[in-house]
């Protein structure tokens, strides 16, 4: 069965270095999420891509966040520079709208990322 | 702005008992309703979802139940073993948009 990929699986770092997280969603999926998950909480949208294009990034820190989806296939997030509250979880998901008009997500095994 | 209340965010109950986690949406305009479990470590996997068409669904143990009316969706596990043990996500959608709930951290004492 096909699976969302992510990488690292892990990842510590400094605060004010630059990180950056790898997706590969599952093949033909056209829409892209990266979420953001702090412990015992759900997960929060950063952004999303439809293709190779940000259709919702509202959520997203854009003065240390950026996010690109060049080829429209993966993607990848980064963080510059990294502050002490970026330590979460970061899942990629994906999804395709069927025929039957849901649009499930699959999510990936995630990023943890601490920051030290 | 929308939001999805999620109840209770921990239940214990007893191996054999069922467990109950109810969850209500502000969006009107959802109409897909899909319920997550994230074991420690792990990514959330789909156990079962909804769609605004219809009432109630069941897949073996687990069921879930929608009120469009009263915005809200609840998820059944009956005869809970201890694998069930993880925290539980519902999200209300409406085409590509996610809100997720905070999250049950189910408990299943053996």
């Known amino acids: 069965e096909a699976e969302v990929a992510q990488s690292p699986r892990y990842k510590i770092t400094e605060k004010s270095q630059a990180v950056a997280f790898w997706c590969d969603p599952i093949s033909g999926h056209a829409t892209l999420y990266w979420y953001r998950q702090i412990l015992g909480q759900g997960p929060e949208l950063l952004v999303q891509?439809?293709?190779?294009?940000?259709?919702?990034d509202s959520q997203l820190p854009k003065d240390r966040f950026s996010a690109e989806r060049l080829k429209g296939v993966d993607s990848t997030l980064k963080i510059q520079p990294a502050e002490l509250g970026d330590s979460a979880m970061y899942l990629c998901a994906s999804s395709s709208l069927t025929s039957g008009g849901s649009d499930t997500q699959y999510f990936g095994p995630g990023t943890r990322l601490t920051v030290l | 702005g929308e939001n999805v209340e999620q109840h209770p965010s921990t239940l214990s109950v007893q191996e054999g008992d069922s467990a109950v986690i109810k969850c209500t949406y502000s969006d009107s305009a959802s109409n897909y309703f899909p319920w997550y479990k994230q074991e420690l470590g792990k990514r959330p996997q789909l156990i079962i979802d909804i769609r605004s068409n219809v009432g109630e669904k069941k897949d073996q143990r687990i069921a879930v139940t929608l009120n469009k009316t009263a915005k809200h969706f609840s998820l059944h596990i009956t005869e809970t073993q201890p694998e069930d043990s993880a925290v539980y996500f519902c999200a209300a959608t409406r085409t590509y948009k996610y809100i997720f709930g905070t999250g049950t951290r189910l408990k299943v004492l053996a």
């Open positions: 891509f439809q293709d190779e294009s940000v259709v919702d």
